[in-house]
């Protein structure tokens, strides 16, 4: 049973530049949340997809944009990049709808922005 | 505005004693509460969880407290073992909220043999 796989695990970018991350949730699940972790911070709610639509959002702006596809799995888009971006993007699926939270994380892509 | 936090950056424990991980949050909406344990290159993987609606819930070597009126909870693991070192996160969420969680800074805990 495959878990949430994410790719690609390091980039590096540099300001200004666009990015895009991909995440393939766990084998039945249909939603699909995505937080960042910059270094030595807990990870910060970034947006949550579900059915195609972007359902909640954290406190991130336009530049932070995303997709979900048909098979459930979803992209991350930034835009613009700032030195600031720089963390660790992490995805995370559950099945919805769910209240207890309990989220099924992949191992992040890296990004650094120069 | 940090709504969850972890005032222990780093805890170091001897193997076979008990480790007690703390955790504070303000936002009184905050109705259920979880546990992740984080190795290096690998996401969060999820330990244990609390309701509201509820004081304690134990899981094997590991239980949470939750004390609402002082908007505390915290996590005991007994006994600790090397293979528990590893950071730790305190995460909240509200009613409705889904799968948006609020999570704290996270403690370093290193077990030692």
């Known amino acids: 049973d495959a878990g949430v796989t994410q790719s690609p695990t390091h980039l590096i970018k540099t300001r200004g530049q666009q990015v895009t991350l991909r995440c393939s949730p766990k084998?039945?699940?249909?939603?699909v949340s995505w937080y960042q972790q910059a270094l030595g911070q807990g990870p910060q709610f970034i947006f949550q997809?579900?059915?195609?639509?972007?359902?909640q959002r954290g406190n991130f702006p336009d530049r932070f944009s995303g997709h979900q596809f048909p098979n459930y799995s979803s992209e991350l888009n930034v835009n613009a990049l700032l030195l600031g971006d720089s963390a660790l993007y992490l995805c995370?699926?559950?099945?919805?709808?769910?209240?207890?939270?309990?989220?099924?994380f992949g191992e992040g892509s890296r990004l650094t922005v120069l | 505005d940090q709504q969850v936090k972890q005032n222990s950056p780093s805890l170091s424990v001897q193997e076979g004693r008990i480790s007690i991980l703390n955790c504070d949050y303000t936002?009184?909406?905050?109705?259920?509460f979880l546990w992740y344990k984080k190795y290096p290159a690998e996401g969060p993987t999820f330990l244990i969880s609390?309701?509201?609606?509820?004081d304690k819930n134990e899981d094997g070597r590991f239980t949470v407290f939750l004390n609402k009126s002082a908007k505390h909870l915290s996590l005991h693991i007994v006994p600790s073992q090397p293979g528990d070192s590893a950071v730790y996160f305190c995460?909240?969420?509200?009613?409705?909220?889904?799968?948006?969680?609020?999570f704290g800074g996270g403690t370093r805990l290193m077990v030692k043999p």
């Open positions: 084998s039945g699940h249909d939603t």
């Open positions: 936002n009184s909406m905050f109705d259920y």
């Open positions: 995370a699926s559950s099945l919805a709808p769910i209240s207890t939270g309990e989220l099924f």
């Open positions: 609390i309701s509201s609606i509820k």
């Open positions: 995460a909240a969420s509200e009613n409705n909220a889904g799968n948006m969680l609020t």
């Open positions: 997809y579900y059915e195609e639509e972007e359902r």
